[in-house]
């Protein structure tokens, strides 16, 4: 009977174990990469009201309305300063996390998205289609330190032998965010003439959700031990996302790293492309992210209701045709999390990108076999 009690002592540590770590998982998300996906699709359904809202301004403050064009420039530039933010996001995340920790940084993020919130929801109300843009900037530094600080704080976190799977868990979080974008989208929800406000808005809730959550699971325990060389705070940390087990050759791995990189200061971007030795890694990850980048899958959930327009299909249903395209992007991103560790990483890539080449050429022989689509391009 004691026998028994003590097998089952272990299981049970390891299943409280393991819940911390799908928690640590889901706070991260939330707040990290689910930001990116959801503020990349709520701004596709209110797309008319909010080009409604500029000319009603513009007429309001001038006199006069504006030109077709001229209000499309504006809500292109709407759309377009999202990847700007991103951009500017990608730039502070490594200082942020070397100087504040991984989840000081996450922590932290979340001022940019509840500014961002403040602007769009009160934009209408303040008759200002210029807070939007400020606003969209905002949500764009936000999607751009969560990406790059989220996988590494999960990465950190995670075992070695899961280390794939929650590192990808990321892409499920974007995924997420895209589809709970398009599904509060719509008409019946926050989609409507009157709720548009809200809806851009409506990012705030995700960054309260990690700021409610985040502060009671651990920190990153590498940051811990190689950053701040804290010892005891990292044993103390993988003793609550591993239990109290053998740690013994995790913490051989990260003080080899730690004497390893001894002395060297954190590189910035110009050290990194200088950098010989790395050279082959940097140019890896170049070319992936752009690939990712520049297969139009961003665009597409930008303009989709035009495409879908294009395709014929009727304005009422449009909405719910973006949902599905959302939802395939979710059950592949969670399909990878369960074969990545088994497949292997190379081997899904080059599947990925084989197939996607593949669509991309249909997609564009199906569009130039549309009458619209020809007036379009040429």
């Given at each position: ?324 395209t959302g939802s395939c992007e979710l059950i592949t991103s969670f399909t990878c999390t369960l074969f990545i560790d088994r497949v292997g990483r190379r081997a899904l890539v ?29």
């Amino acid at each position: 009977m004691e026998d028994d009690e003590s097998e089952d002592e272990p299981r049970t540590q390891e299943h409280c174990q393991g819940w911390v770590l799908l928690l640590t998982m889901c706070a991260a998300g939330i707040g990290g990469t689910f930001q990116y996906g959801y503020n990349l699709t709520i701004i596709n359904a209110p797309t008319t009201y909010i080009q409604k809202f500029v000319n009603e301004t513009w007429l309001e403050r001038s006199g006069s309305k504006l030109d077709s064009w001229i209000i499309t420039l504006v809500w292109s530039i709407i759309v377009s300063v999202y990847p700007l933010g991103g951009f500017l996001g990608a730039l502070l995340a490594g200082p942020m996390a070397i100087k504040l920790g991984r989840k000081k940084s996450l922590l932290f993020n979340n001022i940019f998205i509840v500014l961002s919130a403040v602007l769009c929801g009160f934009s209408q109300l303040a008759k200002s289609f210029e807070m939007i843009i400020l606003g969209r900037i905002l949500a764009g530094v936000n999607s751009g330190v969560s990406m790059n600080v989220q996988p590494m704080y999960l990465g950190e976190s995670a075992p070695k032998k899961l280390r794939g799977t929650v590192a990808l868990s990321s892409a499920v979080f974007t995924a997420f965010g895209l589809v709970m974008g398009q599904v509060v989208g719509i008409s019946e929800i926050l989609g409507s003439e009157e709720t548009w406000p809200l809806l851009l808005a409506s990012n705030a809730i995700p960054g309260i959700l990690q700021v409610l959550v985040l502060p009671w699971l651990p920190e990153s325990p590498r940051y811990l031990l190689i950053d701040l060389e804290d010892r005891d705070s990292c044993v103390s940390a993988l003793q609550r996302l591993r239990g109290h087990c053998n740690l013994s050759s995790e913490m051989e791995e990260m003080l080899a790293e730690q004497a390893a990189i001894k002395g060297q200061k954190p590189k910035n971007l110009f050290n990194l492309v200088q950098d010989p030795l790395l050279r082959r890694q940097v140019l890896t990850i170049v070319v992936l992210s752009s690939a990712m980048q520049l297969c139009g899958n961003d665009s597409m959930y930008f303009y989709a209701s035009y495409i879908f327009n294009e395709a014929g299909i009727p304005p009422e249903k449009i909405p719910y045709v973006v949902i599905g395209t959302g939802s395939c992007e979710l059950i592949t991103s969670f399909t990878c999390t369960l074969f990545i560790d088994r497949v292997g990483r190379r081997a899904l890539v080059m599947g990925g990108y084989s197939l996607m080449s593949v669509w991309a050429v249909v997609f564009m022989v199906a569009l130039s076999q549309q009458v619209p689509a020809l007036h379009m391009f040429f």
